[in-house]
């Protein structure tokens, strides 16, 4: 899709390893019957994907076709059987039982796509409920930082190499910025208030 950001100079896996990395804020999963295109490493780039994610440590929803789930136990009882009518390849069983048996994640079964909205939707409230709880915590511990502008509070955040210079860098811009209207004051001769000499 045109929406996709590419990097041209770069190969299909890394730029999806790229999103993930530098523009996911939420990882969400949804496994049909194709387990998509296989890499040199043998794993799929939506399996690379889903372990960059967890490399992140962002918040990961994972669906799975209710069908699929169902047949989970009997491709276990039975790997060599032919599943080919419901998955494309048997690495998709394999795949999703080291989501299972892994613990760490909750998989979602859904048959349909209202299946899937109406789980986020009761998921993304209960992360905004935690988000904000956060955001509270934050700013009556950190009064400072409530006056910060957006991007300079990103810095603040997210803490990036040499975060301390890139902050006072944004906080000077964006003070700047601010006083851009006495700048245009001054150059058009228009004062307000008293006169300083």
């Known amino acids: 899709m045109d929406s996709f950001p590419v990097n041209p100079s770069e190969n ?21 019957g194709r387990y998509g295109s296989i890499t040199d490493t043998g794993k799929s780039i939506t399996n690379l994907e889903f372990s960059e994610a ?18 989970l136990p009997i491709w276990r009882d039975n790997p060599e059987s032919d599943f080919s009518s419901v998955v494309d390849t048997p690495k998709l069983f394999e795949f999703i039982s080291q989501l299972r048996d892994s613990g760490e994640t ?36 950190n009064t400072n930082l409530s006056e910060l502008k957006f991007k300079a509070f990103r810095i603040a955040v997210e803490r990036p190499k040499g975060w301390e210079y890139l902050l006072f860098a944004q906080i000077l811009k964006d003070k700047v910025v601010s006083c851009e209207h006495k700048r245009l004051d001054a150059e058009l001769g228009i004062s307000f208030g008293e006169i300083l000499r």
């Open 12 to 32: 299909t896996l890394n730029n999806c390893l790229e999103a993930v990395r530098n523009r996911a804020d939420i990882f969400l999963l949804i496994i049909g």
């Open 54 to 71: 967890c490399i992140k440590g962002i918040p990961k929803y994972i669906f799975v076709k209710e069908n699929i789930l169902s047949l």
């Open 106 to 141: 909750w998989i979602f079964p859904f048959s349909n796509a209202q299946d899937i909205t109406s789980t986020l939707k009761n998921q993304f409230s209960y992360l905004l409920s935690e988000c904000l709880e956060l955001r509270a915590k934050f700013y009556e511990n």
